[in-house]
């Protein structure tokens, strides 16, 4: 196995930081992407909106036109060990509106992603249906710019029950290490929704569960690595990516998300996962906080010589300081 590659390091071979930096933004989407160095961003992970009503004149045309400029956008921030996931469903809800299989449509047809799973979010809990089946699965696809992604299995792999363990281990076709290590989640990752009393709610209408945000981190994402979410919300991604170390750029339109995100960090430092971290008011701070912290691998691997503009938090946004656990 060559450990030089960042294609076969695992977590393991990175150093950890004392504190990682993450930023929130109440920005659009295009103009943060503009703002952001190319190849700079190991992972970006978004649940876009689908029914954009953009306008009265409106067709299904300008919502595929809207998102290819972020898609785009994202192929270029995105490193060459990089991953890319979107959140969505295969239903579309009026002709406005998009949907998953839209976008993958696009990607396949203009763009040179490429798809390399597309992970089942299924879920036992959900609304009730009398006309139709009642939905119990979303869907997340996992795109890479190149075949040299980083990918860490061994960080999320499931346990093997004790008497799944051993006839796994008495099966030829399976290597004993690997076995104890656990099972590999597979592409149908059975994670429960949210409901209305869960400890997680933060009260964002379309949060998504910590756990499957969790994973998509750990495996596509290595310490101190830059981790980015523009269609933030409440900003599970950013509380996840400060529980696992990694460093998080977020925006969103909506003012709101600026105080879901502080509930997350209040419900954070009440669990063992809490961890220390800077939150930067601007894009400028965010990248220098990172180069002056220089660890190795991330000056190998994204020669940080860049000019950062200097995106800031509108005034008017509910301020925060920076954030110590510690
Ligand atoms: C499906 S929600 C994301 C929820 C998030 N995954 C969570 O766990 O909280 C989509 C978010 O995109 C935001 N949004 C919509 N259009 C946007 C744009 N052009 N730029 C940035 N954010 C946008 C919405 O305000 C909404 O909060």
Redesign the pocket.
Known sequence: MNKDSIKHKSSLDFTIPERTNCVLLN????ELLKSIPDESVQLILI???YN?DLAEWDTFNNYISWASKWIEESYRVLSKSGSMVI?GGTQFQGEKSGDLIEIIHYLRHHTKFRLVNTVVWYYKNGMSAHRYFANRHEEAIWLTKTDKYYFDLDSVRIPYGEKELQEALRDKRLIPENVMKGKNPTNVWEIGRLNGNSLERVG?P???PLEIIRRFVKALSYPDSIVL?????????GRVCIEEKRNCIM????KQ?DM?FAKHIENMKKTEMNQPFIENDSLRSFFNGIKNRGTKEYIHQLQLNFEVPALTIPTSSYQRVANSAL
């Open positions: 920005k659009d989407c295009l649940d876009p909106p954009l959140f964002h379309t949060q998504k979410d523009f269609f933030a919300g409440s900003g599970t991604t925006c969103d339109t909506d998300s879901f």
